[in-house]
């Protein structure tokens, strides 16, 4: 069974920096593409960054483009999401998703979500 | 304001039908397979639809998905109260190279 764990989420000031992981299990995690999608509270679903099998092919929203890093250790199976000078406007519930094998726009598996609040 | 472009809300009785649209441009729908996802009320979205017409395994058949040109379909039969949710489209663009969202729809089943 496919699980997406995410964790890391939680209160930072504007300006600070947090570090989000997804521990995925079930599956060849080295082998597919991940996404980190986010949604602000009352909002619609907002694509974050993606990555292939490895860092070296990765990909940004313009919204976070400089600010945030998306990496992966294949060996431990974890998704990483690096968020520097956060905003106000970065708060959101931020997801991991697996990409379905030769459909880079599809998401078929998601993680529960964690939250990430930035204010002072 | 999202590029892809969904209605706020639709609406139907148990039993009927129902469709949302999302219309895209060439850099996007235009040019890649549109997905599907659905959203209950505090959980994490779901696959519903994949390669515009595709359902993965689980999804009944009361779900379906087309695509023409620059705008992309979806379609739900015999609608069951357990289908309010929020839906969302999303595909591949090429111009941004990033992955693209519709705003939303909210499926209400009066």
């Known amino acids: 069974e496919v699980q997406l764990l995410e964790s890391g989420g939680g209160l930072v000031q504007p300006g600070g920096s947090l570090r989000l992981s997804c521990a995925a299990s079930g599956f060849t995690f080295s082998s597919y593409a991940m996404n980190w999608v986010r949604q602000a509270p009352g909002k619609g679903l907002e694509w974050v960054s993606g990555?292939?099998?490895?860092?070296?092919?990765?990909h940004y929203a313009d919204s976070v483009k400089g600010r945030f890093t998306i990496s992966r250790d294949n060996s431990k199976n974890t998704l990483y999401l690096q968020m520097n000078s956060l905003r106000a406007e970065d708060t959101a519930v931020y997801y991991c998703?697996?990409?379905?094998?030769?459909?880079?726009?599809?998401?078929?598996?998601w993680g529960q979500g964690t939250l990430v609040t930035v204010s002072s | 304001q999202s590029v892809l472009t969904q209605p706020p809300s639709v609406s139907a009785a148990p039993g009927q039908k129902v469709t949302i649209s999302c219309s895209g441009s060439s850099s996007n729908i235009g040019h890649s397979h549109v997905s599907w996802y659905q959203q209950l009320t505090g959980t994490a979205p779901k696959l519903l639809i994949y390669?515009?017409?595709k359902r993965p395994s689980g999804i009944p058949d009361r779900f379906s998905g087309s695509k023409s040109g620059t705008s992309a379909t979806l379609g739900i039969t015999g609608l069951q109260t357990g289908d309010e949710a929020d839906y969302y489209c999303g595909t591949w663009d090429s111009s941004l190279s990033a992955v693209v969202f519709g705003g939303g729809t909210k499926l209400t089943v009066l």
């Open positions: 990555t292939r099998d490895s860092t070296s092919n990765t």
């Open positions: 998703a697996k990409v379905m094998a030769n459909y880079y726009e599809a998401l078929d598996y």
């Open positions: 390669d515009n017409n």
